[in-house]
């Protein structure tokens, strides 16, 4: 949902039920891409792990080529700034925390929803203050949070993407950028692996 949109009123008779089947499978959608990310942010930690404790054991126990060992330890140090660097991307609550701020600084512009914060605030002085999307109406509130959840997934994409690491600013962004990290901390670790072996060999010889 972009700056520029407002909350359009539910139309008189919205079927609610449809609303709340529309807003499930948002959120089902919504957690579908919660839970790929999740998947592609944990393989981001063991990997230099692993790829750390076979270096130390190559260089403690092994024979291995200096020149090697020092190419290893490059690569481990590249490991280790991709998986902190793709590791600490934007999580759902951060990208649901901006959008949210978005939707209430336009809500708060409408007459209807400043005077209804303005009778609950009456109504109940001591009480936490309601937030803008609080007062909307039972129909009005769906919409606005599917607007939102669709916004936040982003609907659009059709295919996964490559995507070097940048600002994101939608679960699908936030997965494809993940999955590209894995994918280079992996590389990364077939060459350390590589390149353990190959100096384990030459220092064999």
């Given at each position: 949902?972009?700056?520029?949109?407002?909350?359009?009123?539910?139309?008189?008779?919205?079927?609610?039920?449809?609303?709340?089947?529309?807003?499930?499978?948002?959120?089902?959608?919504?957690?579908r891409?919660?839970?790929?990310?999740?998947?592609?942010?944990?393989?981001?930690?063991?990997?230099?792990?692993?790829?750390?404790?076979?270096?130390?054991?190559?260089?403690?126990?092994?024979?291995?080529?200096?020149?090697?060992?020092?190419?290893?330890?490059?690569?481990?140090?590249?490991?280790?700034?991709?998986?902190?660097?793709?590791?600490?991307?934007?999580?759902?609550?951060?990208?649901?925390?901006?959008?949210i701020r978005?939707?209430?600084?336009?809500?708060?512009?409408?007459?209807?929803?400043?005077a209804?914060?303005?009778?609950e605030?009456?109504a109940?002085?001591?009480?936490w203050?309601?937030?803008?999307?609080?007062?909307?109406?039972?129909?009005?509130?769906?919409?606005a949070?599917?607007?939102?959840?669709?916004?936040?997934?982003?609907?659009?994409?059709e295919?996964?993407?490559?995507?070097?690491?940048?600002?994101?600013?939608?679960l699908?962004?936030?997965?494809?950028?993940?999955?590209?990290?894995a994918?280079?901390?992996?590389?990364?670790?077939?060459?350390?692996?590589?390149?353990?072996?190959?100096?384990?060999?030459?220092?064999?010889?």
């Amino acid at each position: 949902m972009t700056g520029a949109e407002e909350v359009a009123p539910a139309p008189p008779g919205a079927d609610l039920e449809v609303l709340k089947a529309v807003y499930r499978r948002t959120c089902a959608e919504r957690d579908r891409l919660r839970d790929a990310r999740g998947h592609f942010a944990r393989g981001l930690g063991p990997a230099p792990a692993s790829a750390g404790i076979a270096t130390t054991v190559a260089a403690t126990f092994g024979k291995a080529s200096h020149g090697c060992l020092i190419a290893a330890l490059a690569l481990l140090g590249v490991m280790v700034a991709v998986s902190v660097a793709y590791g600490g991307l934007p999580t759902y609550r951060h990208l649901y925390g901006r959008r949210i701020r978005e939707l209430r600084d336009r809500l708060r512009t409408r007459p209807d929803v400043a005077a209804a914060l303005e009778a609950e605030r009456g109504a109940s002085p001591g009480a936490w203050p309601a937030h803008p999307e609080d007062v909307l109406s039972e129909g009005e509130w769906y919409r606005a949070m599917i607007a939102l959840e669709r916004d936040l997934y982003s609907d659009e994409e059709e295919r996964n993407r490559l995507r070097l690491l940048r600002r994101v600013e939608t679960l699908q962004e936030g997965l494809d950028s993940e999955r590209t990290g894995a994918l280079i901390v992996q590389a990364l670790w077939v060459a350390v692996i590589a390149l353990l072996v190959a100096g384990v060999i030459a220092g064999a010889g």
